[in-house]
């Protein structure tokens, strides 16, 4: 496959010094925090991508990425943090049982622990996306970390709510997919599949239902998370560079994911997977029970075309004012999807100032 833009390239922030640190997991996972720094600052900004995605989600070179624009806009120390969901590491391909609740337990807590061995007790802001939105908040209203400045959700957080169409995915789908058509994984790259093969035929089956544009990649991602033509953002949002790249930004999945995002659907909030297993009883059975006793500010970003979580932060932000009123704010996106408030071109225009003008009236 000829790439226009490598992967896993740093080359979309200019002028910061780069430096990767490891992070090792109770549970003997490898992690990997990045540091983009120009000058050290009081306010740290951590950045915490979703499910199939990186960090790279951060610093795309086609676009104002997130990661420059805060460095042009007075947070000059940034972080990203590859997670067990990241696409630069191969734990989603591999046969595994992982659940939101391993992530909120097992991987923020001792990647928290690294970066404040470097900033110590400096505001330390997060920006989290999708399922790293939903996984970073259960770690921080069940305490598992503290000390967190602000916290910005983009799409989704601890209410996460979908399409009835996502629901039958998230019901009989994976079943099926794992069990019967023998498929551990999604891989937007179904498409380049040898032909005739499983991944192969799955990716021409979901084109056959979307003729929206040619790009197979972006099929599978709209099967993989949403219901839409595309499901995950508006086509007009991004560059046709992006557009061509999506299954760079967006990897394979692992499915035991989706069995938990069903069970909090159903739930009507963030619920703990197994509530009885002992490994997790430092968990809350659920997150929410006390949202009144969290001091963290929440930014909770709500796409109008959302997709893949549709009116989440809505409904949470009305939770929230109920529990703690007035210390959560809501930020409605006018005309984007789940991805494209990170991703889109127009983002440092639209979206990226919303966020910067947040984290400032909390950094004093």
């Not at 099929?219 to 046709?240: D, I």
């Not at 509530?275 to 929410?288: E, F, G, I, T, V």
């Not at 004012?321 to 930020?331: N, Q, T």
């Amino acid at each position: 496959m000829q790439r226009m833009i490598p992967r896993f390239t740093y080359e979309g922030v200019k002028d910061a010094d780069i430096t990767t640190y490891p992070v090792a997991t109770e549970d003997g996972l490898g992690l990997q925090l990045t540091r983009f720094l120009r000058e050290e600052s009081e306010n740290v900004v951590l950045l915490v991508h979703g499910l199939t995605s990186s960090s790279d989600l951060f610093i795309m070179p086609e676009i104002e990425n997130l990661a420059s624009h805060l460095l042009d806009n007075g947070f000059t120390d940034v972080w990203t943090l590859d997670f067990r969901m990241s696409g630069r590491f191969p734990y989603d391909t591999e046969t595994h049982r992982y659940t939101l609740d391993d992530i909120a337990l097992f991987d923020f807590p001792p990647a928290l622990e690294e970066l404040r061995e470097h900033i110590g007790d400096k505001r330390l802001h997060v920006i989290a996306h999708c399922l790293g939105a939903v996984s970073f908040s259960m770690s921080v209203f069940a305490g598992t970390v503290d000390g967190i400045a602000t916290l910005t959700c983009n799409s989704v957080s601890l209410t996460p709510r979908v399409p009835a169409w996502s629901k039958v995915k998230l019901g009989a789908g994976t079943w099926f997919l794992e069990y019967v058509f023998g498929l551990p994984f999604l891989d937007p790259r179904f498409g380049s599949a040898p032909r005739f093969t499983r991944p192969w035929m799955l990716s021409r089956v979901v084109s056959l239902f979307h003729n929206e544009c040619g790009t197979r990649s972006c099929h599978m991602q709209s099967f993989q998370w949403g219901a839409g033509k595309p499901a995950m953002y508006e086509h007009a949002n991004l560059l046709p560079e992006t557009h061509a790249r999506v299954a760079d930004i967006c990897a394979a999945s692992g499915l035991n994911y989706y069995r938990h995002v069903r069970k909090m659907v159903k739930a009507g909030g963030s619920v703990k997977y197994a509530p009885d297993d002992p490994r997790y009883a430092r968990l809350p059975k659920n997150y929410l029970e006390n949202a009144a006793d969290v001091r963290t500010p929440m930014l909770l970003l709500a796409p109008e075309n959302n997709r893949v979580f549709t009116d989440s932060n809505i409904h949470l932000h009305k939770i929230l004012e109920k529990a703690a009123p007035g210390r959560h704010e809501l930020a409605l996106l006018t005309g984007y999807g789940h991805l494209d408030p990170l991703i889109g071109k127009n983002s440092h225009i639209d979206v990226f100032p919303r966020v910067v003008d947040f984290l400032k009236r909390h950094s004093a």
